[in-house]
């Protein structure tokens, strides 16, 4: 299905909440599947597991855990659903990707360290394009990969630097349906887009905190209208922007208590005194949020990797055809009365 000539946004409310320090500590990263089923990616000093849940936020129990032996992990980045069905787990300490089922049984793992072709140096983020080849950030080799899904090496570019389509430490990389590269610049607080084969296209980003500045970026997902979607990690925000880089919204937080989180509270009563006692709102914002998942209902999955927790929120927008809509103007600005 092809992108909407234009769209009519009219919103981005909050949708819930899933999980708590107890069940996602330390969330760095998210994955959803067609049937609502959640994988959130752990990582702390020590924790290193795949948490499973839903959308009725009930914890399925977990996987993984901490070490260097097969179906482990030391320092898991990110992680993504293949086109076969299973989940893919970088490791930056490991320098290995990692093969799960969606039941959580260890399939098989690839990667070596380095700096040659198909060798890695702390990856991180990692998705698939429509022809089911994996991109990834490698990160301190400053580059972007690309492999088969059973970790053949395809295709890489990028280098260390400044400049038009180099990176310096990239960490989330995503595709849209047109098989463009996203890739979040860490260290430049930009964002790169690629073509499919890695000529570069345009950048968005200073450092900052204003509108359309970045201190650290981490997550990047794009939607199926191609809106752009950035964890600014040093902000503590998630901002949005255009198909072309136009900045569109920023996103603090506004999170409700989850249902586990509830559950544990009503349970316990010194936590439920203290929560009596404790200004809510800053509870509702994001805390260094991490990774970030889009999905074809058009929500948005963000891991709030401080806040132990995934906010959910959706997004509600209408096409617009040519028709519809008048052309594009020298000087645009909009006023609703």
């Not at 990263?29 to 702390?44: E, M, Q, S, W, Y």
């Not at 964002?191 to 200073?206: H, L, N, R, S």
Request: charged letters at 25%; one cysteine or more.
């Amino acid at each position: 299905m092809g992108r909407p000539h234009a769209l009519f946004r009219t919103g981005f409310p909050y949708l819930k909440t899933i999980g708590m320090r107890r069940v996602t500590s330390y969330a760095i990263d998210v994955a959803v599947t067609d049937d609502d089923r959640l994988f959130v990616l752990c990582r702390g000093d020590t924790t290193a597991e795949v948490r499973r849940t839903d959308m009725d936020d009930v914890d399925h129990g977990s996987f993984g855990g901490r070490g260097t032996a097969e179906g482990k992990f030391t320092w898991p980045a990110s992680l993504a659903v293949g086109p076969d069905g299973n989940l893919y787990i970088s490791d930056e300490a490991l320098n290995r990707i990692s093969i799960f089922s969606l039941d959580g049984e260890f399939i098989s793992c690839w990667g070596s360290p380095g700096s040659g072709e198909g060798q890695l140096d702390r990856p991180s983020g990692l998705r698939f394009d429509g022809d089911g080849d994996l991109y990834l950030s490698d990160t301190m080799n400053h580059r972007v990969q690309k492999f088969s899904k059973d970790g053949d090496f395809l295709q890489s570019w990028g280098s260390h630097g400044d400049g038009d389509g180099e990176l310096n430490m990239p960490w989330g990389v995503d595709i849209d349906e047109l098989g463009a590269v996203y890739v979040s610049d860490w260290r430049n607080d930009r964002i790169q887009k690629f073509g499919p084969d890695g000529q570069f296209e345009f950048a968005v980003g200073t450092s900052g905190n204003g509108r359309g500045q970045f201190d650290r970026p981490t997550g990047i997902a794009v939607d199926g209208d191609g809106d752009i979607y950035v964890s600014d990690w040093g902000n503590d925000r998630v901002q949005q922007f255009a198909a072309d880089g136009r900045y569109l919204d920023t996103f603090i937080g506004d999170a409700t208590m989850s249902k586990c989180g509830i559950d544990y509270v009503l349970a316990n009563p010194v936590p439920l005194r203290l929560r009596e006692m404790t200004s809510l709102e800053p509870q509702k914002r994001f805390r260094g949020p991490l990774g970030l998942a889009t999905d074809e209902r058009k929500r948005l999955f963000v891991a709030d990797y401080g806040a132990f927790r995934v906010q959910i929120y959706q997004k509600q927008a209408i096409e617009l055809s040519a028709d519809q809509i008048a052309p594009e103007r020298q000087s645009p600005s909009l006023s609703v009365t």
